[in-house]
């Protein structure tokens, strides 16, 4: 879905500004019942979206090799080690169950959808208003659905995948190198619904002003597409 947008994601998303002050602690009046976003390290952020964006890149135009997933998926444990030292995963699910009716029964504005592509565009996520709609078109039993997961799991269900994920193609590249053999990439446009169901609701959240929920949504966001180029999720 965002296939265009890799190339460009490893040369923006090193942008520092979305986490200075205005991404700090403070909880956005558009959304009162939304928990303070925590501030958060920009080395942390942009090293994890950078190797995660680069790996899709190479998985596009097939040179990615053991390595890259080695860093991608390094930089992936630093990350959620991170959203948890600043209590990130707590804050961000607590927002999302304050706002379940309301994340369920969302009806987005123009404006919305404009705010939130200007979210994700700070993150060097570049989606098109059409991309971003489709998100918000989820239905509404999928919206619970997805409330349910981020109830049960918080974000250590998205991490546990994205890990197993990003573990089982280092394997699969390592083999390659060493037999010579071409690791047959299978693109699939199903079986990485978990990932689209956390950046659908995340979307939503983003659009109410939680700024932590933009991180995430972008996040899996990118780990759907690198799914999507493996096979689906294992």
């Not at 403070?26 to 190797?51: E, I, N, Y």
Request: aromatic share 6%; hydrophobic share 45%; net charge positive.
């Amino acid at each position: 879905m965002i296939k265009r947008c890799l190339v460009v994601l490893v040369a923006t998303c090193l942008i520092l500004a979305p986490f200075g002050p205005a991404w700090a602690a403070q909880a956005p009046p558009t959304c009162p019942t939304c928990q303070a976003t925590p501030p958060l390290s920009r080395a942390v952020v942009t090293r994890a979206f950078a190797h995660l964006a680069n790996l899709a890149d190479k998985l596009q135009n097939g040179t990615a090799r053991a390595t890259d997933a080695a860093a991608a998926l390094t930089a992936t444990n630093i990350l959620f080690d991170h959203f948890d030292e600043v209590g990130l995963a707590n804050s961000i699910q607590a927002t999302i169950l304050a706002n379940r009716d309301a994340i369920v029964n969302y009806q987005p504005t123009a404006d919305d959808v404009l705010a939130v592509q200007s979210r994700y565009k700070s993150l060097g996520v570049n989606l098109t208003i059409n991309e971003i709609n489709a998100r918000f078109t989820l239905s509404h039993d999928k919206r619970a659905t997805a409330i349910d997961l981020i109830a049960t799991q918080g974000l250590t269900g998205l991490r546990t995948r994205a890990v197993a994920q990003l573990q089982s193609l280092q394997t699969k590249l390592t083999k390659m190198e060493q037999t010579g053999n071409k690791y047959p990439l299978l693109k699939v446009q199903s079986g990485c619904d978990d990932y689209d169901l956390v950046a659908a609701a995340m979307g939503v959240g983003c659009a109410f002003g939680c700024l932590g929920c933009c991180v995430v949504a972008a996040v899996a966001e990118l780990f759907a597409v690198i799914c999507r180029m493996t096979g689906g999720l294992v």
